[in-house]
Nanobody, 127 residues
């Protein structure tokens, strides 16, 4: 069974930091390096939006304008894991954060290019 499991969400004050992790399991991820990985988020009442993505070897990374300079994405292929390091968090960063896997892709911002999705982890930033 293919699974992407996110962790690390929680409640944090504005200006604080969190690190989200996503671990992939299942036969489809026997070759985790075949996948680019991405993070998306959805705030209450809003559409899901791209946050960040990373290519199979970490050589290319992508960020939305709203998180550029504050968030950093990384991956550990030997652990089938991708991380999202979030600094200087603001209330507008509140939402459910989803991990997604893009087979053979680059980890860019089009959600239609992603093949597998996690269930999400809640991030709440208080002012």
């Amino acid at each position: 069974q293919v699974q992407l499991v996110e962790s690390g969400g929680g409640l944090v004050q504005a200006g604080g930091s969190l690190r989200l992790s996503c671990t992939a399991s299942g036969r489809a991820f026997d070759n985790f390096e075949a996948y680019a990985m991405g993070w998306f988020r959805q705030a209450p009442g809003k559409d899901r939006e791209f946050v960040s993505g990373i290519s199979w070897n970490g050589g290319a990374t992508y960020y939305s304008d709203s998180v550029q300079g504050r968030f950093s994405i990384s991956r550990e292929n030997n652990k089938n894991t991708v991380h999202l390091h979030m600094n200087s968090l603001q209330p507008e960063d509140t939402g459910i954060y989803y991990c997604a896997a893009d087979y053979g892709g680059w980890g860019r911002g089009n959600p239609d290019e992603y093949d597998h999705w996690g269930q999400g982890t809640q991030v709440t930033v208080s002012s």
